[in-house]
Nanobody
């Protein structure tokens, strides 16, 4: 089992910046990929950015250039730096981790943190 705890969400004005952080605990040795997803009201959860333990990153086109993911394998944390925030970035942001096991893989999720961008 892996537990993910997020912090750093809140209310920010358009053009502002925010940093989200996530700390993993539990069976951390099994984690390969960590990252962030977001969910807009009435929509499915969607990819923001992820990073593997080897440093390979993947991010949505809509956030490239404004969102930066960083991972600290030694501390079992992943962060998301968000710049030039827009009202359309308003969503619940979820920390994500994928663990690899002998029989397959399993996805873990944090409780979510609300990011609200005022116009």
């Amino acid at each position: 089992q892996v537990q993910l705890v997020e912090s750093g969400g809140g209310l920010v004005q358009t053009g502002g910046s925010l940093r989200l952080s996530c700390a993993a605990s539990g069976s951390i040795f099994s984690i390969n990929t960590m990252g962030w997803y977001r969910q807009f009201p009435g929509k499915l959860r969607e990819l923001v950015a992820t990073e593997t333990s080897g440093g390979t990153t993947n991010s949505a086109d809509s956030v490239k250039g404004r969102f930066t993911i960083s991972r600290d394998n030694a501390k079992n944390t992943v962060s998301l730096e968000i710049n030039s925030l827009k009202p359309e970035d308003t969503a619940v942001y979820y920390c994500y981790a994928r663990s690899d096991y002998e029989m397959g893989w399993y996805d873990y999720w944090g409780q979510g943190t609300q990011v609200t961008v005022s116009s």
